[in-house]
C-alpha cells in the first residue's frame, strides 16, 4: 500500500531554514515523480518543487534559489530543503506521488498520492 508521511515542519523565525521529509512506503521515490504542495489558510493547494525519475526538478517561480528538492534513496524519502524563510511561505506542506503522465509537474490534479500534510510556520 502506497503511503507518504512527511515530518520536519515547525516555526522559524524569517530568514530561518527547515527541512521537510516524505517518507514513502509502497514503492520506491526513485522511480515516481513526486512533489512537494502547500496550501495557506484561504488559499488554493499550490505547487512548489518537483523531482522526476530521472532526477530533473522545477520550481514554482516564489522558492527558486531558496528551495531544493532532492531524493535519498537509500531512505527512500523525498527532501524539501527550505532556507532564507519569509512570512508568505507559511502553510501546510503536502508530498505527493505518482504523476499522472504528460501532467504538468506543479500541479496539484497531476498526482494520485498524497502525504497528510506538516505545518510550516514563518514569523517576521
Do not use: H
Not at 525519475?53 to 528538492?69: L, P
Amino acid at each position: 500500500q502506497v503511503q507518504l508521511v512527511e515530518s520536519g515542519g515547525g516555526s522559524v523565525q524569517s530568514g530561518g531554514s527547515l527541512r521537510l521529509s516524505c517518507a514513502a512506503s509502497g514503492f520506491s521515490v526513485s522511480t515516481y515523480d513526486m512533489g512537494w504542495f502547500r496550501q495557506a489558510p484561504g488559499n488554493e493547494r499550490e505547487g512548489v518543487a518537483a523531482i522526476l525519475k530521472d532526477g530533473s526538478t522545477g520550481y514554482a517561480d516564489s522558492v527558486k534559489g531558496r528551495f531544493t528538492i532532492s531524493r535519498d534513496n537509500a531512505k527512500n524519502t523525498m527532501l524539501l530543503q527550505m532556507t532564507s524563510l519569509k512570512p508568505e511561505d507559511t502553510a501546510v506542506y503536502y508530498c505527493a506521488a505518482d504523476r499522472r503522465k504528460y501532467a504538468q509537474p506543479l500541479l496539484r490534479s497531476s498526482y494520485n498520492r498524497w502525504g497528510q500534510g506538516t505545518q510550516v510556520t514563518v514569523s517576521s
